[in-house]
């Protein structure tokens, strides 16, 4: 299936899921769900280290030093499926909703393994993420390098059914 223009300006982070995602009701928890679009959104802001392996996604090159904090301001999820456990990774894929002066707001649509023979789209999902310095706690701008490396990744926001 090819990819809507939409797509192509999105990191597509494939996730693993653990057995211990999953809650009584055999499907991934709510509380999982955030941790993964976490580990989703850390390999897309941030380089490995040297010997660090990454994956081919893990396209931008943010500036994010160790003086810079990223804070989550606010997270929002609509689930639209129930997430199985499942051996193939999950997709993650991102965009940026908007870019601020110090917030960035990172977009999510969460799909099963892209090989499968039915797309499905477990959940979407916006997080608000702030900049902060780390030694003074006050917000930081997005620098000119920032700007230009998450750029190419705006796309519309998420409009959620309830709104």
Same mark, same amino acid.
């Given at each position: 299936?090819?990819?809507?223009?939409?797509?192509?300006?999105?990191?597509?982070?494939?996730?693993?899921?653990?057995?211990?995602?999953?809650d009584?009701?055999?499907?991934?928890?709510?509380?999982?769900m955030?941790?993964?679009?976490?580990?989703?959104?850390?390999?897309?802001?941030w380089?490995?280290g040297?010997?660090?392996h &990454?994956?081919a =996604? /893990? *396209?931008?090159?943010?500036?994010?030093? !160790?003086?810079?904090l990223?804070?989550?301001?606010?997270? $929002?999820?609509?689930?639209?499926?129930?997430?199985?456990?499942?051996?193939?990774?999950l997709e993650?894929?991102?965009?940026?909703?908007?870019?601020?002066?110090?917030?960035?707001?990172?977009?999510?649509?969460?799909?099963?393994d892209?090989?499968?023979?039915?797309?499905?789209?477990? &959940?979407?999902? =916006? /997080? *608000?993420?702030?900049?902060?310095?780390? !030694?003074?706690?006050?917000?930081?701008?997005?620098?000119? $390098?920032?700007?230009?490396a998450?750029?190419?990744?705006?796309?519309?926001?998420?409009?959620?059914?309830h709104?």
């Amino acid at each position: 299936m090819p990819e809507s223009p939409a797509e192509l300006r999105r990191l597509h982070v494939p996730i693993h899921l653990r057995w211990g995602d999953l809650d009584a009701f055999n499907h991934v928890n709510n509380t999982s769900m955030l941790k993964l679009l976490e580990e989703a959104r850390v390999r897309a802001f941030w380089r490995p280290g040297g010997g660090e392996h &990454a994956p081919a =996604t /893990a *396209v931008l090159d943010s500036g994010i030093d !160790a003086g810079v904090l990223t804070l989550v301001a606010r997270q $929002e999820i609509e689930y639209l499926a129930p997430v199985p456990y499942q051996r193939h990774p999950l997709e993650v894929q991102m965009w940026f909703g908007k870019l601020g002066g110090s917030s960035i707001e990172v977009c999510y649509e969460v799909f099963n393994d892209p090989s499968a023979a039915e797309r499905v789209l477990y &959940a979407r999902s =916006t /997080a *608000v993420i702030v900049l902060v310095n780390a !030694a003074s706690g006050r917000p930081t701008r997005i620098t000119p $390098e920032m700007r230009s490396a998450w750029e190419p990744y705006l796309g519309p926001s998420i409009a959620y059914a309830h709104r």
